[in-house]
């Protein structure tokens, strides 16, 4: 329970970082952050897997880069759902994406 709630708020700050790297990217509290991680988590599990099983061949034949425009897209429906989480373009999205995922990799790293 402890590592789930570590996890969320490691997102959460990973979230909130990519805001301010990344222009066109806005989160405007902790709160709308800790909200969209949960968001982003759900639709990850739901339509992420989904749109991942059906384009595996596409994300296989690109070495996995297809999957971060599939990244982009949920945090871009995300940002339409979650007050105070907002993504300007798909561009910004696909550049949070990345940035995201570089941070989940160093947090994981530095976790062990």
Known sequence: MIRLLINWLLNAAALLLVAYLVPGFEV?????????????????????????????????????????????????????????????SFGAAFIGAAVLALLHVLFRVLAG
């Open 28 to 88: 405007t509290s902790l709160g709308a952050a800790l909200i969209a991680v949960i968001v982003i988590g759900l639709l990850n599990i739901t339509l992420g897997l989904l749109l991942k099983l059906i384009t595996l061949p596409l994300g296989i034949l690109t070495l996995g880069i297809f999957f971060l425009v599939i990244n982009a897209f949920v945090i871009k429906l995300a940002s339409g759902v979650v007050p105070g989480f907002y993504v300007r």
